[in-house]
């Protein structure tokens, strides 16, 4: 199976204005993608995905380079597979899941 590749068009951070950032905020990137090959209409698709800035920069992946979307919806370099991400990625992995089961237990807490 050939991956779906893409080019990365745009890196955007998120913009919090003047307004502070919570303690624990993941500093996340909007990135913005053209695939590499047109559909069958002659179409580039243009897909967005938002990631944690960090990720990007251990992936080394920046505007211009090609990237695919994994299984998990985050971007890789191409003819990379998920199961090959280093120590700092696998950790960085752990530490969102962390926040987002923290997030969930509290959302869960206030609605009772």
């Not at 698709?45 to 380079?65: F, K, P, Q, T």
């Not at 191409?78 to 752990?94: D, G, K, S, T």
Request: hydrophobic share 35%; net charge negative; glycine share 4%.
């Amino acid at each position: 199976m050939e991956e779906e590749k893409y080019i990365i068009i745009r890196i955007d951070e998120d913009d919090y204005g003047c307004e502070a950032r919570p303690d624990d905020y993941v500093p996340m990137v909007k990135v913005l993608l053209r695939s590499v090959e047109p559909d069958a209409f002659g179409d580039y698709r243009e897909e967005v995905i938002l990631m944690e800035d960090s990720v990007m920069y251990a992936r080394n992946l920046d505007e211009g380079n090609e990237a695919v979307i994994g299984v998990d919806g985050e971007l890789y370099p191409p003819e990379r597979l998920f199961n090959q991400m280093n120590p700092e990625e696998i950790e960085q992995i752990n530490r969102q899941n962390k926040w987002i089961e923290n997030y969930f237990d509290a959302v869960e807490e206030m609605n009772e």
